[in-house]
């Protein structure tokens, strides 16, 4: 059973489901500020922008997401992450809330 959700040689739901993407916030496509390593994370919910924090979730675009520090495990540290694009399939494959 295919999710749809494979990438070229990346599959996004399995990425997902790894440690490293942290355990809650919104699916993001995201890039390493160090060393530019693009992985799926989790924007805390913190990292919406005020103006935009009545938004729904799945209505979010990556303009209403600022950079968000999480662990890369490349640069072995906690880096800052800019969203490049909200993967609302993973979004609404969780069912929201
Ligand atoms: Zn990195």
Sequence with gaps: MSS???RGDRDL???LESPATGQVGIPVDAICTGC???HVKRSPLESVREAS???EPTELEV???TSFKHVCHRCQTATWWNSVAILSGLLESEGGE
Excluded: H, P, V
């Design 4 to 6: 749809g959700l494979e």
């Design 13 to 15: 739901g399995a990425e």
């Design 36 to 38: 530019g390593r693009i």
């Design 53 to 55: 924090t009545d938004t």
């Design 63 to 65: 303009r209403d997401l």
